[in-house]
């Protein structure tokens, strides 16, 4: 086979990706990012001889994992220049504390030949770990230090980093070139989720340091007469930028995808010009984007390779990258992006073509949530709301994800849906009503938000005086598509989380036995017939 990805909930056949990716990665492409990971193995092999991880290093491991989840780089160009950067990372590192004697390969490896790349790439990717619960437990780990990474290095952007998880990322990555019993292996996974949890505060803390608490907000999903530039990905500090540069232009800002909830901060909503949403969830932006007529700024992950017909109206920024598309430089010297090609171009555009209408409601962190607390536990009380159903997570194409619209729709009256990430798609237009005022979807806001989903549930616990954060009202039926989400769903874990269920599939690098092993100890099950796992759902089981 030409390569071997099985990292996201779309690979083919829920096996693994062999020719091409299902998120439309080259087999070439695929490997490099692979042969990337490795030599990120072999800085932290040498990090952990030198006893020390430097700031700088740390923050390069973490945007290097950023660039190899799913949807983020296409560009082998780029992805080249990091293996460079990374060798010359370990090798400076080896030569400043005189690391010698032996070394796994990964930290001895070294080549200056493009070519000499290629054939290396084909020959460490994850099917080179023969034993399959092994190469299950890396991988869960690696799947979760990816989110780790990209959490991590959206707080450095708002210049919030945490030294302890750069150490843990070298830590994690380092274990995974040992032979390790897989009571040790299960503890590194499940230090993951403790460092998810840790990474995602750590983010929370930034974007409300820089931009204030979410607030309850009604976002106009329709369009003005205006040109339009649409913002998508997760960098609110892009976000920023780019309503700043666009003031007193003519032009109007909307957000795509994950960037809904920056409508929800009270930094944003100064901007006139801060037009609202315009689409849906990342997988239907050939359509979108077609239909948007101004240019895209993508910002992070979720970008769709672009079609011929948009495909110069699409700028990337950041860790994403696509060949022939225009990428806009990272920051010098504290200064802000530039960001006045896309606004030239957007002046020559015509407006965004309709597609929907309306509002929609969001902004319900946990700070927003806890403001609202005391009519919450009295509607609890009360009996008004017998249970709240967490959905958050990623979407994704695959039809079997009706499977969340229609639990949505068919749930009783007395339910309220706590969300973040895209998943919320799938349901947040639906009109669904209110119980006494709090809306029955409450959108915390992106995948990372999820952390206010467990601020919360912590909250109500200590509220109504609980031992065991699953004593609670609550049930956990989540999407997942990508590496972000496999680190939330660490993150429940640690916390203690059971009975979580967790769809369209299982995913394909987990083994038959740690499988076992997740449901044995945490319950873990996969979505199955609407009906039943709501009938399950409100019995708390």
């Given at each position: 086979?030409?390569?071997?990805?099985?990292?996201?909930?779309?690979?083919?056949?829920?096996?693994?990706?062999?020719?091409?990716?299902?998120?439309?990665?080259?087999?070439?492409?695929?490997?490099?990012?692979?042969?990337?990971?490795?030599?990120?193995?072999?800085?932290?092999?040498?990090?952990?001889?030198?006893?020390?991880?430097?700031?700088?290093?740390?923050?390069?491991?973490?945007?290097?994992?950023?660039?190899?989840?799913?949807?983020?780089?296409?560009?082998?160009?780029?992805?080249?220049?990091?293996?460079?950067?990374?060798?010359?990372?370990?090798?400076?590192?080896?030569?400043?504390?005189?690391?010698?004697?032996?070394?796994?390969?990964?930290?001895?490896?070294?080549?200056?030949?493009?070519?000499?790349?290629?054939?290396?790439?084909?020959?460490?990717?994850?099917?080179?770990?023969?034993?399959?619960?092994?190469?299950?437990?890396?991988?869960?780990?690696?799947?979760?230090?990816?989110?780790?990474?990209?959490?991590?290095?959206?707080?450095?952007?708002?210049?919030?980093?945490?030294?302890?998880?750069?150490?843990?990322?070298?830590?994690?990555?380092?274990?995974?070139?040992?032979?390790?019993?897989?009571?040790?292996?299960?503890?590194?996974?499940?230090?993951?989720?403790?460092?998810?949890?840790?990474?995602?505060?750590?983010?929370?803390?930034?974007?409300?340091?820089?931009?204030?608490?979410?607030?309850?907000?009604?976002?106009?999903?329709?369009?003005?007469?205006?040109?339009?530039?649409?913002?998508?990905?997760?960098?609110?500090?892009?976000?920023?930028?780019?309503?700043?540069?666009?003031?007193?232009?003519?032009?109007?800002?909307?957000?795509?995808?994950?960037?809904?909830?920056?409508?929800?901060?009270?930094?944003?909503?100064?901007?006139?010009?801060?037009?609202?949403?315009?689409?849906?969830?990342?997988?239907?932006?050939?359509?979108?984007?077609?239909?948007?007529?101004?240019?895209?700024?993508?910002?992070?992950?979720?970008?769709?390779?672009?079609?011929?017909?948009?495909?110069?109206?699409?700028?990337?920024?950041?860790?994403?990258?696509?060949?022939?598309?225009?990428?806009?430089?990272?920051?010098?010297?504290?200064?802000?992006?530039?960001?006045?090609?896309?606004?030239?171009?957007?002046?020559?555009?015509?407006?965004?073509?309709?597609?929907?209408?309306?509002?929609?409601?969001?902004?319900?962190?946990?700070?927003?949530?806890?403001?609202?607390?005391?009519?919450?536990?009295?509607?609890?009380?009360?009996?008004?709301?017998?249970?709240?159903i967490v959905m958050a997570g990623c979407d994704g194409r695959h039809k079997e994800r009706s499977y969340f619209t229609e639990v949505a729709e068919q749930l009783p009256k007395d339910t309220v849906i706590l969300t973040a990430g895209c998943a919320k798609y799938r349901y947040n237009k639906l009109k669904l009503g209110d119980i006494g005022g709090i809306p029955r979807v409450l959108d915390a806001g992106q995948c990372n938000d999820s952390y206010s989903l467990v601020v919360i549930a912590l909250k109500l616990k200590e509220v109504f005086g609980l031992e065991d954060i699953n004593e609670l009202p609550i049930s956990f039926d989540i999407a997942w598509y990508e590496q972000k989400a496999v680190t939330v769903l660490l993150a429940l874990l640690h916390l203690g989380v059971k009975g979580i269920r967790l769809g369209p599939t299982l995913p394909a690098?987990?083994?038959?036995?740690?499988?076992?092993?997740?449901?044995?100890?945490?319950?873990?099950?996969?979505?199955?017939?609407?009906?039943?796992?709501?009938?399950?759902?409100?019995?708390?089981?």
């Amino acid at each position: 086979m030409s390569m071997f990805c099985f990292q996201c909930q779309e690979t083919m056949k829920n096996t693994g990706c062999t020719v091409n990716g299902m998120c439309g990665k080259k087999a070439d492409t695929a490997n490099l990012q692979d042969l990337l990971i490795y030599t990120l193995k072999g800085i932290a092999v040498v990090s952990e001889k030198a006893g020390t991880v430097e700031k700088g290093t740390g923050l390069f491991v973490a945007k290097s994992l950023f660039t190899t989840i799913t949807n983020v780089n296409f560009d082998n160009d780029k992805i080249i220049e990091l293996i460079k950067q990374a060798i010359q990372i370990r090798e400076g590192i080896k030569n400043q504390y005189n690391i010698t004697g032996e070394l796994h390969d990964s930290a001895v490896w070294y080549s200056d030949d493009i070519d000499t790349f290629y054939k290396k790439a084909e020959t460490i990717g994850v099917l080179s770990q023969e034993n399959e619960d092994v190469r299950s437990l890396q991988g869960l780990l690696i799947y979760g230090l990816k989110g780790i990474a990209a959490y991590a290095e959206h707080a450095a952007v708002l210049g919030h980093e945490d030294e302890s998880i750069y150490k843990f990322m070298i830590e994690a990555l380092a274990s995974t070139t040992k032979e390790l019993s897989v009571d040790d292996m299960v503890a590194m996974v499940m230090k993951a989720g403790e460092m998810g949890v840790t990474t995602m505060a750590l983010l929370d803390k930034a974007n409300t340091s820089a931009y204030g608490n979410p607030e309850i907000t009604e976002v106009n999903i329709g369009v003005r007469g205006n040109p339009g530039i649409l913002i998508s990905g997760h960098d609110l500090k892009d976000m920023e930028e780019l309503l700043e540069q666009t003031k007193d232009t003519g032009i109007d800002v909307y957000t795509h995808g994950e960037m809904l909830p920056a409508n929800y901060y009270p930094a944003f909503k100064k901007y006139d010009h801060f037009a609202g949403n315009y689409g849906n969830a990342w997988w239907k932006q050939k359509e979108e984007f077609e239909k948007f007529n101004g240019p895209v700024l993508l910002t992070t992950n979720c970008l769709v390779p672009p079609k011929d017909s948009y495909k110069e109206r699409v700028f990337t920024t950041g860790n994403v990258a696509f060949p022939d598309v225009k990428h806009i430089p990272d920051r010098e010297d504290n200064k802000t992006k530039d960001f006045s090609e896309i606004i030239e171009l957007a002046k020559k555009c015509g407006a965004p073509e309709e597609i929907e209408t309306g509002t929609i409601v969001g902004g319900f962190a946990h700070n927003q949530v806890l403001a609202l607390a005391d009519k919450v536990v009295e509607a609890v009380k009360s009996g008004a709301i017998k249970r709240f159903i967490v959905m958050a997570g990623c979407d994704g194409r695959h039809k079997e994800r009706s499977y969340f619209t229609e639990v949505a729709e068919q749930l009783p009256k007395d339910t309220v849906i706590l969300t973040a990430g895209c998943a919320k798609y799938r349901y947040n237009k639906l009109k669904l009503g209110d119980i006494g005022g709090i809306p029955r979807v409450l959108d915390a806001g992106q995948c990372n938000d999820s952390y206010s989903l467990v601020v919360i549930a912590l909250k109500l616990k200590e509220v109504f005086g609980l031992e065991d954060i699953n004593e609670l009202p609550i049930s956990f039926d989540i999407a997942w598509y990508e590496q972000k989400a496999v680190t939330v769903l660490l993150a429940l874990l640690h916390l203690g989380v059971k009975g979580i269920r967790l769809g369209p599939t299982l995913p394909a690098f987990l083994s038959p036995n740690v499988v076992k092993v997740l449901v044995e100890k945490f319950d873990i099950k996969p979505t199955g017939d609407v009906k039943a796992d709501i009938e399950a759902m409100m019995a708390g089981k």
